[in-house]
């Protein structure tokens, strides 16, 4: 496991401190999302099991493209730091879409527009991670990236089923649009920036 020693300092570099913070927050709407998903859909979009795996692969396939063609482009044309928060911002626009979604079609829509964004900020992120963290550390950063996301994943379903049975799907989607904009505010006004690529300092 993860030695606290090694954890607390690899906290104490702010890129990697401000980065993990940010995956914390998205990493906590986006798994409130997915752990209500699968209650609502059938119960409150009226989904078979045929449309829930046409949505899960439609979403995976974005993710391929996603990675494949889009984050390359994209750091290309714009920084890392305006690629996370542009990512942040189209999500508390499409969380805030799911708050009033009906139908099966409403979903497609809104699945297609946020997975480009989700796969990209994940994707982005890491690299930063990395290239923003001394290699003596690396590994230590990887392992709490790891576990910033399986802590979200623990605590997620708790507050989500909280969330569903109390104020339904708008109540699940206002409050992680509401997260999506601590995030993106977040990464303007913390330290996020890493050396450019053709820096040989980190």
Request: charged content about 10%.
């Given at each position: 496991?993860?030695?606290?020693?090694?954890?607390?300092?690899?906290?104490?570099?702010?890129?990697?401190?401000?980065?993990?913070?940010?995956?914390?927050?998205?990493?906590?709407?986006?798994?409130?999302?997915?752990?209500?998903?699968?209650?609502?859909?059938?119960?409150?979009?009226?989904?078979?099991?045929?449309?829930?795996?046409?949505?899960?692969?439609?979403?995976?396939?974005?993710?391929?493209?996603?990675?494949?063609?889009?984050?390359?482009?994209?750091?290309?044309?714009?920084?890392?730091?305006?690629?996370?928060?542009?990512?942040?911002?189209?999500?508390?626009?499409?969380?805030?879409?799911?708050?009033?979604?009906t139908s099966f079609e409403h979903l497609l829509v809104i699945g297609f527009v946020s997975a480009f964004p989700s796969m990209a900020m994940y994707t982005t992120v890491t690299s930063m991670v990395t290239?923003?963290?001394?290699?003596?550390?690396?590994?230590?950063?990887?392992?709490?990236?790891?576990?910033?996301?399986?802590?979200?994943?623990?605590?997620?379903?708790?507050?989500?089923?909280?969330?569903?049975?109390?104020?339904?799907?708008?109540?699940?989607?206002?409050?992680?649009?509401?997260?999506?904009?601590?995030?993106?505010?977040?990464?303007?006004?913390?330290?996020v920036t890493v050396p450019s690529a053709k820096s040989k300092e980190l």
């Amino acid at each position: 496991g993860l030695q606290v020693a090694e954890c607390l300092k690899v906290l104490k570099i702010p890129t990697c401190r401000n980065l993990t913070v940010f995956m914390l927050m998205t990493g906590l709407a986006g798994q409130i999302y997915h752990s209500t998903f699968s209650m609502a859909g059938p119960s409150f979009f009226k989904l078979t099991a045929k449309d829930l795996g046409m949505f899960q692969t439609m979403s995976g396939v974005i993710g391929l493209i996603s990675n494949t063609f889009v984050v390359g482009a994209l750091e290309k044309a714009l920084s890392q730091r305006s690629i996370i928060t542009l990512g942040a911002s189209i999500l508390v626009c499409t969380f805030t879409a799911y708050s009033f979604a009906t139908s099966f079609e409403h979903l497609l829509v809104i699945g297609f527009v946020s997975a480009f964004p989700s796969m990209a900020m994940y994707t982005t992120v890491t690299s930063m991670v990395t290239r923003g963290t001394p290699r003596e550390v690396s590994a230590t950063v990887i392992g709490l990236g790891h576990a910033a996301r399986s802590l979200c994943g623990i605590v997620a379903p708790t507050i989500g089923g909280y969330l569903y049975k109390d104020q339904g799907v708008p109540g699940v989607g206002f409050t992680c649009a509401a997260i999506m904009v601590a995030a993106a505010v977040w990464s303007q006004v913390s330290q996020v920036t890493v050396p450019s690529a053709k820096s040989k300092e980190l």
